[in-house]
T-cell receptor, first 111, second 112 residues
Framework: DQQVKQNSPSLSVQEGRISILNCDYTNSMFDYFLWYKKYPAEGPTFLISISSIKDKNEDGRFTVFLNKSAKHLSLHIVPSQPGDSAVYFCAANFGNEKLTFGTGTRLTIIP | DAGITQSPRHKVTETGTPVTLRCHQTENHRYMYWYRQDPGHGLRLIHYSYGVKDTDKGEVSDGYSVSRSKTEDFLLTLESATSSQTSVYFC???????????FGPGTRLTVT
């Protein structure tokens, strides 16, 4: 049973526009959420995180939104740049040492 | 970037042979993890360690064993490799709860 779901396997966005990546979760005990970015032939790199006590966290062009009632997480990238083309994974945990990952969304930025 | 290395980076082996992958960290982090990445499955936890000689299973641990005799090294062993274990393997480290894990560069393993 997939507890963290990324229902869009791929997304294409024009350079300069906003990219919105979505993630849904089923376990209401999750209280810490993260986004990772992965380029081909490299390991995932941490991008941004949010605790369940917040509903928004920003870091430069990246903003993560958390809607606990809908069990929904989103990552906004504004403006999108060609270097943002990668696979993005959302992940979650509930106060222990393990993360549960989604299946990933491949983002392509069109110049 | 966190100091994490994995070796080998690529390996091709035959069905039935034993294989050991190594993860080495220079950060002195308490927790170490082994994941596999497969198309359509994302990253799935194989085993993890919460200290020297302290390990536990993840969601896809069958066919794998691990050992951690030093803080800096975490070994993943496939006792008898099968074609279903063809995958990309990532090691990760962290130093506590509710903080990010940091990943190594990965090992691409092909079992023929």
């Amino acid at each position: 049973d997939q507890q963290v779901k990324q229902n869009s396997p791929s997304l294409s966005v024009q350079e300069g526009r906003i990219s919105i990546l979505n993630c849904d979760y089923t376990n209401s005990m999750f209280d810490y959420f993260l986004w990772y970015k992965k380029y081909p032939a490299e390991g995932p790199t941490f991008l941004i995180s949010i605790s369940s006590i917040k509903d928004k966290n920003e870091d430069g062009r990246f903003t993560v939104f958390l809607n606990k009632s809908a069990k929904h997480l989103s990552l906004h990238i504004v403006p999108s740049q060609p270097g943002d083309s990668a696979v993005y994974f959302c992940a979650a945990n509930f106060g222990n040492e393990k993360l549960t990952f989604g299946t990933g969304t491949r983002l392509t930025i069109i110049p | 970037d966190a100091g994490i290395t994995q070796s080998p980076r690529h390996k091709v082996t035959e069905t039935g042979t034993p294989v050991t992958l190594r993860c080495h960290q220079t950060e002195n982090h308490r927790y170490m993890y082994w994941y596999r990445q497969d198309p359509g499955h994302g990253l799935r936890l194989i085993h993890y360690s919460y200290g020297v000689k302290d390990t536990d299973k993840g969601e896809v641990s069958d066919g794998y064993s691990v050992s951690r005799s030093k803080t800096e090294d975490f070994l993943l062993t496939l006792e008898s490799a099968t074609s279903s274990q063809t995958s990309v393997y990532f090691c990760a480290i962290s130093d506590g709860l509710d903080i990010p894990q940091y990943f190594g560069p990965g090992t691409r393993l092909t079992v023929t």
